[in-house]
């Protein structure tokens, strides 16, 4: 099939097997039949779900009814059943309406659809139709309710579409209109009935033909043939004369519709049963009551399949049970879509040999089934078969009532249809659902399979599917169980096991009639099928009806043409991490594309994207297709299988392994900031680029992308690139930054290229401007031969942008009586560096000579600086002592007190004669000044309070200092 494989090479195998654990790529030719990992997750088969589906509603019938007695049991719903294995959204479009349905991974959804949206005209095209377009492959189920009617069916998506189908009924039927019942009477008014036929189109200007069976015509005489365009539907119905609905209709079954675009068929019926009544003990009534809505979506002709189980209505009036109302047959509808006569067989149940059967070429089969067992049917050429359950009447009893007219009640039980699949297109997953709406419904499952694989498909909760009959002379074996309604179910085939099922449901239906009598107050006691006796005196005659409905649909089949699948060539290339495969068929009758997908549970961080066409799901049907493949995050490995399907289910599968290339920087913030260089000189700072994957990385070329002066390239180890990092292997660059004009930003970017990628490391430096600010040291007065030497800190501070560093000597100064220890120097040189913003204090003592006078030096300092103020005034004054000494008196009026409170603070109390001024100063024990308190005081007596919390335990002294002397008070800091 396949004219151009795709290579793989032995290491690509084995990093796609490592990364989405698989055992082995699984090169089977059909989708349907692939083997699928035991996982307890769901995994959708791809021939069973898609991501577009274009849906409609047909035209139901319904009956009037006595208006004193109206059927509110079940509620009208339009609704969507709605399945998703992963986390998606759907968009649902239509007329005047959108909505976006979020769907959590392995949960159904039932969605109601806006109320009145069944299409109500026919024989033109109508826009009532939904368009349904997923993010990811879903399963769709369809429900309608309404007061009299419910029915269910299988949409298939539009990548399953043909352009070829075979309608699928019965003859129409006849309800009555229910009047006011009258003493004796009740009168009534025909209505019909019709079997339908609705065509939906996803394609613009898709010419649609219809031809019913020779001799049949259509209500309203349609066109033949007629246009649609996308999201149109055309419904025409079958003619009925509507007199006593026993008569026979017309029969449009087998009517062919073909288009030249792909297109969706949906048909049966709006209110009828199959075949003869199961009645007991009479005909009914009104006839109305078990008259179901019957539909089935179809597969197209060339999806037909020759291999079928019919599995029989397993509820409790199967036959056989003892019931008192039994089913005692049912019904199987073929219908031959070919060109010659078609011939078949199904095996009696009780295993008398095969019964043979043929239907004429555009005509139909409708066969009685009496046994309570499921057959397998089988047709020499490609055909449709649907499976009718048939209607139930139980008369309940009677009893005289007025004038001799009895009072009759009976109960019923109403029909459904359903496809009954082909093995061929039988599934390996399915979820399903019972409506919860009405609900006093019962459901339930019936499901086949080959008795190999019984064991192997499971429930969703993990067990097994209790397949206990088998079918006599065959290989296949069945099972049946009920349902839980509103709740997620599915089932799944393991290690490949396929099935076929149906899900389906009924709720009892009741009739009585009661003439005019008087009759006495009975408390509303209930009829059969669910009406009250309204207590009451004379009272006209009343006849109550509540229908039974029903539903079944097949569980989601598979839906792939079955002939020879298309021969195609595939072409792929790569751009860095994206995958280009181009596909087209060379077949000279191809049958087109019916999606391109991931095979379920290999995409790992991997996304399909459209080229041509744009969206994924235009994709069905088309021979030539674009489509990218690509990582959703280009920062991690990927990889998947990508299944090509065409509509026969065969399956080219493309492999895509992206490993994405990473060099993870040293520094780590991806940024190299050399900060503040001082001008003219140059600062080194290594790069590092490290292979932290596990595969080789070849590096193309590493740069500065502008190319600045300032910045530059010294040594790259192990070598210049172009070159291969080994993993765990790392390319380290040194890098050099050399600013060269003051107050210069200058800003690059390291570039290295490798693979598909790049690494990109923004680099800065800004010229670095150290500023030195020294200020000056006033040592005040000294007694000569009194006051002893006096230390000051000198604070020195780098207002600059640079980092400042000093030089040896650090500070020199011409006055012997000012010095400064060579400890203190020490601290400022190297490897000391002073950051802008801070300061730093060297210590600095005067040691007053005995001559008096004005003492000074000009101190400069040593650093890397280039600018603000690198010298220091230092002056101090040695004055003569007073007459009376050294010691301010207190004859002289001086005063001078310290006291302690707790080693928290002082209290200084001091006082000074008119006219005189000085300083007050604290020292410690070694002379060592600590603290100016107050550089002028004035005459008078004052007191302050100073803190002394950060000072050490030990003896200080506070100093009063004036021109004529000194004056010390001693107080002690307690610690």
């Known amino acids: 099939m396949i004219v151009q494989k795709i290579p793989m090479s032995t290491d690509a195998i084995t990093i796609l097997l490592r990364r989405v654990a698989l055992a082995t790529l699984l090169l089977i030719t059909s989708a349907c039949h692939m083997l699928h990992a035991q996982a307890p997750d769901p995994v959708m088969d791809p021939s069973a779900s898609g991501m577009l589906y274009y849906v409609a509603f047909p035209a139901t019938v319904s009956n009037t009814l006595d208006s004193r007695y109206p059927n509110i049991r079940v509620r009208p719903e339009t609704a969507l059943f709605m399945f998703s294995a992963v986390k998606t959204r759907v968009r649902i479009t239509g007329p005047s309406y959108s909505n976006v349905v979020s769907l959590n991974p392995g949960t159904l959804t039932s969605f109601d659809l806006p109320a009145n949206i069944s299409i109500t005209t026919i024989n033109k095209a109508s826009p009532s139709v939904f368009k349904v377009q997923a993010d990811d492959p879903i399963v769709l189920y369809c429900y309608i309710a309404d007061i009299q009617s419910t029915e269910a069916w299988a949409p298939a998506p539009v990548a399953s579409w043909g352009t070829s189908y075979c309608s699928a009924s019965i003859p129409g039927a006849v309800v009555q209109d229910i009047g006011i019942a009258g003493e004796t009477e009740i009168p009534t008014t025909p209505k019909a009935a019709p079997a339908e036929i609705v065509v939906l189109a996803a394609y613009d200007s898709t010419v649609v033909t219809v031809e019913p069976p020779t001799g049949i015509s259509l209500v309203g005489n349609p066109p033949m043939t007629f246009v649609l365009n996308a999201g149109e539907a055309f419904q025409v119905q079958s003619r009925v004369t509507a007199t006593q609905h026993d008569t026979v209709q017309d029969d449009i079954a087998g009517t062919r519709i073909s288009a030249s675009h792909p297109v969706g068929v949906l048909s049966g019926n709006t209110r009828t049963q199959a075949g003869p009544d199961s009645a007991i003990g009479g005909p009914g009534l009104k006839g109305n009551v078990y008259r179901g809505c019957l539909f089935e979506w179809l597969a197209s002709v060339d999806e037909y399949g020759k291999h079928f189980a019919y599995l029989p209505t397993w509820d409790n009036h199967r036959a056989g049970i003892n019931s008192s109302a039994e089913r005692t047959l049912e019904h199987v509808r073929i219908y031959n879509a070919g060109k010659a006569l078609l011939t078949g067989r199904y095996l009696a149940a009780n295993g008398s040999g095969p019964v043979p059967f043929s239907v004429a070429t555009d005509s139909s089969l409708l066969l009685d089934v009496r046994d309570d067992a499921a057959l397998q049917f089988v047709t020499d050429a490609p055909a449709q078969l649907m499976m009718h359950s048939s209607a139930i009447i139980k008369f309940e009893g009677s009893s005289p009532c007025f004038r001799g007219i009895p009072c009759t009640d009976w109960s019923g039980w109403t029909p ?560």
């Open 416 to 975: 459904y249809m359903v496809e009954m699949t082909p093995r061929e297109q039988w599934t390996t997953f399915a979820p399903y659902y019972a409506p919860t709406n009405p609900g006093n419904m019962q459901h339930y499952i019936g499901a086949v399979t080959d008795t190999v694989s019984a064991k192997n498909i499971v429930r969703e909760n993990g067990a097994a599917f209790p397949f206990t009959r088998k079918i006599p002379g065959t290989d296949l074996i069945w099972g049946s169980m009920s349902v839980s309604p509103g709740e997620t179910h599915w089932l799944q085939g393991k290690n490949g096991a396929r099935f076929a099922g149906t899900v389906y449901g009924f709720m009892q239906g009741a009739e009585a009639y009661r003439p005019g009598v008087i009759r006495k107050k009975d408390g509303g006691s209930a009829i059969a099928g669910g009406g009250t006796r309204v207590p009451g005196e004379l009272h006209p005659a009343e006849y109550e009806e509540y229908n039974a409905v029903a539903y079944g649909y097949p569980l989601a089949p598979c839906r792939y043409v079955i002939r020879t699948g298309d021969t195609m060539r595939i072409d792929t290339s790569w751009n860095c991490e994206t995958l280009t495969i181009n596909m087209h068929t060379i077949s000279a009758n191809p049958v087109g594309l019916q999606s391109v997908s991931f095979q379920p549970g290999t995409a790992v961080n991997a996304m399909l994207v459209g080229s041509d066409p744009a969206l994924l799901s235009d994709i069905p049907g088309r021979t030539k297709v674009t489509v990218l493949v690509k990582p959703i995050d280009r920062r991690k490995d990927a990889s998947g299988i990508v299944n090509l399907m065409d509509r026969t289910g065969k399956t080219d599968r493309v492999p895509y392994v992206y490993l994405h290339d990473e060099l993870a920087t040293t520094p780590a913030n991806g940024r190299l900031d050399f900060g503040n260089v001082l001008l003219g000189s140059s600062t080194p700072a290594d790069l590092t680029l490290a292979n932290n994957t596990t595969h080789v990385i070849h590096v193309a070329d590493l740069r500065m992308v502008k190319g600045l002066r300032q910045f530059a390239i010294s040594t790259i180890k192990p070598g210049r690139p172009p070159l291969d990092l080994a993993p765990g292997q790392s390319l380290t660059l040194t890098l050099l930054a050399a600013p060269d004009q003051r107050g210069g930003i200058y800003e690059d970017t390291v570039l290295c290229l490798f693979g598909c990628d790049s690494v990109q490391v923004p680099v800065r430096v800004v010229t670095a401007v150290p500023c030195v600010y020294v200020g000056d040291l006033a040592f005040g007065a000294f007694h000569s031969g009194v006051t002893p030497a006096r230390t000051l800190s000198l604070k020195i501070s780098n207002h600059g942008n640079g980092r400042m560093t000093f030089r040896n000597p650090v500070v020199t100064f011409s006055s012997p009586d000012f010095s400064v220890t060579q400890a203190e120097k020490n601290k400022l040189l190297p490897p000391f560096v002073l950051l802008p913003g801070q300061d730093a204090t060297i210590d600095v003592t005067f040691q007053p000579p005995a001559a008096l006078g004005v003492y000074s030096t000009v101190a400069t300092f040593y650093t890397d600086a280039t600018c603000d103020r690198d010298t220091s005034v230092w002056t101090a004054e040695v004055v003569q002592a007073s007459s009376v000494g050294a010691t301010l008196s207190d004859a002289e009026g001086y005063r001078l007190e310290a006291e302690s409170h707790e080693g928290r603070s002082v209290v200084i109390r001091y006082a000074m004669p008119r006219g005189v001024h000085g300083s007050l100063d604290v020292y410690d024990a070694a002379g060592k000044q600590i603290a100016g308190l107050a550089a002028e005081i004035d005459e008078g007596s004052q007191s302050l309070v100073w803190n002394t919390a950060g000072l050490a335990g030990g003896t200080y002294y506070c100093v009063m200092t004036t021109r004529g002397g000194s004056r010390m008070a001693p107080f002690v800091v307690a610690r």
